[in-house]
RNA sequence: GCCGGAGUAGCUCAGCUGGUAGAGCAGCCGCCUUGUAAGCGGCAGGUCGCCGGUUCGAAUCCGGCCUCCGGCUCCA
């Protein structure tokens, strides 16, 4: 038989040869470095037969710089494994769930004996077992056995979720046979692809034990994870677990106590105070933002923060959302604080009558919004349970409603060039917890989906994670350390303008029913300060600087000059400060670059030559 | 909310298996009057997260709670 290789040559082959093969006969070296074979673009063992015609490439460790991604995820892959063989050899009778290859590393998720916990400081003991693994190079060995098979090997083992794994692989997706890989002691159930042995996993470190539920369910059990990371080199292991902790460095919370920017007390968790300098970053986005929504035509309003609960009653939020917001009674009235502005924005579109001619119309409003997220997800800036939306609601017609979504994602588009964000756009659809009939959910759904394919956007899909009331376009960023947050936001709901009995009349004088677009481009100050002060690493752009220039007088005689200068600045606008501790001028400079400073100035007798 | 870890001075952290708390930086005072990544000296600063228990004695051991960190679930 004869398949292709990469470079369009042809490979004859004898029937039945293997990827191995393949690579023997292109070359000894070849077929030494081989972990894997790619074809028509998908990766299989080495030992899996070729078909006649197939595209064929070999997946090797990187060559000359250039990293083959399969190559890094089948090694991490290999890791877990690796992992999974050490654990059941220190913790006999633990159960083994899933562990796969991830962005960064892999885990492997366990459920250990009653009475054994495994902490951070049980991983140096487990990477000494797994590290003897490595040296043995001992072999992948696939097996495709009936699911029958596999079931009685792993019920007689006691590994439950691996017979619920096979179970519902039987149940749902009506597999007959599954393969099972053995390396050394250890056999487990795995769709692989793996390398020909566990030598390949090279540089391996495991870095941290978190929970995690079986099959992400909450209401399930609850697993303990490891996590770790694997490299073909040492080099390139502590390249990565350097480049970590100099993300940590540009972590907001730090930069933010530094350049005091914000503050986290205990007598409000989840409630940023802000503080002066921080307050700067606040106010210059809020002017960003009331500019950029006049050139579009919004008008900006404020709605209470404290409103009678029946409001949230007609809204909708007391029976979906009711667990996330803070109640309280006054005067024997139940009153709630407001985890979004929409039902306010409808009580001012309703207050007077809104003709086919007033549409669409644009309320913006810098919303402060409560939210009582759940203790363990609190993070920062970026997590919190009081915040302030850049929020909008337009209410238009059915016909309008393309026109004005993609008018929003321009807008922020727009918004997030000025900081060179590349956002992530995800589509999120409908909820099991919703209003609503289906079909008004397929109409909202595909007017979002049309908006996005108008204009040749990619996106992804979050099935399930649409709001109560509407489906949803997102915008996401990530942090330092890569962890993905949603910013913006453009949402479609025909729900509330429905529950609030909102109408305009149309053309043909009857009463019609607007639709809502619910939209927040920065999403909230605070998470977006967040993300931008990881971003700049604390150094923001001049317009943004909380402090602008500092200007440092070298000796007590020239602070009034210092002064002087100052004043100038300040009169021109600019944000400036003046060093006048009795500091020495070196140190003086040293704080300002490491304070971000974006200009300094010396006040001194004459020009200064900087010296050789 | 769940799992694991941690809370000692404003910050970063020492403080072995119980005997009553320390450093650096920051702060304050003084000296120095300065030329591009930390001048010098001194002083002050802590109900060791909170509550309870064990003990002659608890920062240290035990329990509960709060908060933070890493994840999970969930969300801007």
Known sequence: MRVTLP??????????????????????????????????????????????????????????GQPDPDALWLIRHDAAHVLATAVLELYPGTKISIGPPIEGGFYYDFEFPAGVTVSEDDLPRIEERMREHVRAAEPFVREDVTAGEALERFVREGQDYKVELIEDLVRDQGVETVSLYTNGPFTDLCRGPHGPSTKDVGAFRLQSVA???????????????????????????????????????????????????????????????????????????????????????????????????????????????????????????????????????????????????????????????????????????????????????????????????????????????????????????????????????DHAEGALRQAMERRGLQFDVGEGEGTFYGP????????????????????????????????????????????????????SFERFIGILTEHYAGEFPVWLAPVQAVVVPIADRHLEYAREVAETLRAAGARVEVDERAESTRRKIRDAELRNRRASGVAQDRRYTRPR
């Open 211 to 441: 929970g995690a539920y079986w099959r992400g369910d909450a209401s399930r059990q609850m697993l303990t994870r490891i996590y770790g990371t694997a490299f073909f080199s040492q080099e390139e292991l502590e390249a990565h677990m350097r480049a970590l902790e100099e993300a940590r460095a540009r972590d907001h919370r730090r930069l933010g106590r530094e350049l005091g920017l914000f503050l986290l007390s205990d007598y409000a968790p989840g409630a940023p105070f802000w503080l002066p300098h921080g307050m700067v970053l606040f106010n210059e986005l809020t002017r960003l933002v009331r500019e950029e929504n006049a050139k579009r035509g919004y008008q900006e309003v404020r709605t209470p923060v404290l409103t009678g609960v029946e409001l949230w009653r007609q809204s909708g939020h007391w029976d979906k959302y009711k667990d996330h917001m803070y109640f309280t009674e006054v005067d024997d009235r139940l009153v709630g604080l407001k985890p979004m502005n929409c039902p306010g924005h409808t009580q001012i579109y309703a207050a007077e009558r809104r003709s086919y001619r007033d549409l669409p119309i644009r309320y913006s409003e810098a919303g402060l919004v409560h939210r009582h997220e759940p203790s363990g997800v609190l993070h920062g800036l970026l997590r919190v349970r009081a915040f302030t939306q850049d929020d909008a609601h337009i209410f238009c017609t059915e016909e309008q409603i393309e026109d004005e979504v993609v008018g929003c994602l321009e807008m922020g588009f727009g918004i997030y060039d000025l900081f060179g964000f590349e956002p992530a756009l995800e589509l999120s659809t409908r909820p099991d917890n919703r209003l609503g009939s289906d079909e008004m959910w």
């Open 472 to 523: 949803k376009i997102d915008l996401h960023m990530r942090d330092s350390i890569g962890r993905s947050w949603q910013l913006g936001t453009v949402q479609l709901d025909y729900q509330m303008p429905e529950r609030f009995g909102l109408e305009y009349t149309g053309p043909d004088d009857e009463p019609h029913r607007p639709v809502m677009i619910h939209r927040a481009l920065l999403g």
């Open 7 to 64: 470079d369009g040559t042809s490979l004859e082959l004898q029937d039945g040869a293997t990827g191995a093969d393949a690579a023997a006969a292109i070359g000894p070296g070849l077929a030494r470095a081989a972990l894997a074979v790619r074809v028509d673009g998908q990766v299989r063992d080495l030992s899996a037969p070729l078909a006649e015609g197939e595209r064929v490439e070999i997946v090797t460790p990187p060559r000359d």
